[in-house]
């Protein structure tokens, strides 16, 4: 019988604050990428240096990847959940804002909330919690909002990014079932070894009218993709996710839009405003309230123990 995920302690929140950090910079290096590269064609090239990461990381600790039969169909499984999402997020990236993205995608510890409560075992949804998710979620939409376009324009971008936002919640949910009974390596290569030949072959069909070039921005984007997100990133997740619950981590990653605008103003210049301190408040005091253990909200303390039962 599987362990039942841990509450959320300090190490993990330091180590899942640096996840949300890194994936901040993940939709600008998709959007710096397609000026050289369309988004298909990023996504396959992306995950064979992720998938060379991941491999470099079971060679180093000497993780046996044979795969059994029990095995083969959650794999597969996960698989498809897999680069469907990852499909339909570098899509909405191309037909939509980055504000829409940031919005839209990170939604996902929403769906992750809702989902753990019926198939996590002891990851139950008090109304504190709830309360903590939406806001935190409403510092992500007060920051964005102003940029907030319901236009034709972004129509397309947006609902692939919704369908992504929530393949991403059924995904870490997913994972966190499956990690602790398949190795966290066999999962990640199972989700590159599906994906990479799937994203070949519809770019192959769909994007040979678009050809790329090699440029140093081409390339950091990509190697930022590869080896940062789709290697450490997805290693450290899953390490994660195998100890701890699901929910509480998603709620950390509130605070990825917010790294977004910190590493857009590094990069691009842009200006940190008032709305942005606003909404780093909502998200941080969000997080705090939706990250107390199940229950805590509600509970009374418990009293002291006697000496007999000391």
């Known amino acids: ?30 959007k710096i990428g397609l000026a050289d590269a369309p988004p298909i064609r990023q996504a396959w090239m992306r995950f064979v240096l992720g998938g060379l990461t991941v491999l470099v ?34 899509l909405g990236v191309k037909y939509t804002s980055a504000g829409h993205v940031a919005i839209l995608l990170n939604a996902y510890p929403i769906y992750t909330v809702l989902l753990a409560h019926f198939f996590v075992p002891g990851d139950r949804l008090s ?25 034709s324009a972004f129509l397309l971008g947006d609902l692939l990014t919704s369908g992504s936002a929530f393949l991403l919640g059924v995904r870490t949910i997913y994972l966190n079932r499956a990690v602790q009974r398949i190795d966290p390596v066999k999962l990640l290569l199972a989700q590159v070894a599906f994906s990479v030949p799937c994203y070949l072959l519809v770019s192959l069909l769909f994007e040979a009218a678009h050809p790329y070039r090699w440029t140093w921005s081409l390339g950091l984007a990509l190697g930022f993709q ?35 605008v910190f590493l857009s103003w590094v990069i691009l210049d842009e200006a940190i405003t008032l709305r942005l301190l606003t909404s780093a408040v909502l998200v941080v005091g969000g997080v705090a309230l939706a990250s107390r253990p199940s229950g805590a909200l509600s509970r009374k303390p418990l009293p002291k123990p006697s000496a007999k039962q000391a």
């Open 1 to 30: 019988m599987a362990a039942e995920p841990r509450n959320i302690d300090v190490k993990a929140a330091v180590l899942v604050t640096l996840l949300a950090f890194l994936w901040g910079g993940n939709p600008i290096a998709i």
């Open 226 to 260: 590869g080896f940062i997100v789709a290697g450490f990133n997805f290693i450290l997740n899953l390490q994660l996710l195998k100890t701890y619950k699901p929910s509480g981590l998603a709620a950390y990653f509130l605070t990825t839009p917010i790294f977004g």
């Open 127 to 151: 109304g504190g919690r709830a309360v903590g998710v939406l806001i935190a979620y409403a510092g992500v939409v007060l920051l964005f909002s102003p940029q907030f376009d319901v236009e």
């Open 57 to 90: 990381w079971a060679w180093a600790i000497r993780t046996p990847l044979r795969i059994h039969r029990r095995e083969v169909r959650p794999l597969l499984v996960l698989g498809v959940i897999f680069t469907v999402q990852i499909a339909l997020l570098n």
